[in-house]
Nanobody, 128 residues
């Protein structure tokens, strides 16, 4: 089973940028779709973005479309989330997720289906 560890969270001002990283170990990372989710205080967890095993396809939540970019490096077993023009509504714990197996499609993962592993999460706080 793949193990995931996020990093890169922190405090940022509105309009600022951050890059989150998710390091994967174990499992067959290169065959798995990956995704980013977030959970704000008092709210349900929501999907942010997902990416196919190849990195050629991606899906984004409407709230982050055009501001966030998901990417991956299968040689380094890393997934990234580049976030720009951050606003207060982006404040949340951001979690990395991996598909259950090679048959877990990125568009299924985006909907929270066939999740095989979760990271511990990293906090993003947008505040002036």
């Amino acid at each position: 089973q793949v193990h995931l560890a996020e990093s890169g969270g922190g405090l940022v001002q509105p309009g600022g940028s951050l890059r989150l990283s998710c390091a994967a170990s174990g499992g067959t990372f290169g065959a798995l779709a990956m995704a980013w989710f977030r959970q704000a205080p008092g709210k349900e967890r929501e999907s942010v973005a997902s990416i196919s095993w190849s990195g050629r396809e991606a899906l984004y939540a409407d709230a982050v479309q055009g501001r966030f970019t998901v990417s991956r490096d299968n040689l380094q077993n890393m997934v990234y989330l580049e976030m720009t023009n951050l606003n207060y509504e982006d404040t949340a714990v951001y979690l990395c997720a991996a598909g259950h197996n090679r048959n877990s499609a990125y568009f299924q993962l985006f909907r929270g289906i066939n999740v095989g592993a979760w990271g511990q999460g990293t906090q993003i706080t947008v505040s002036s």
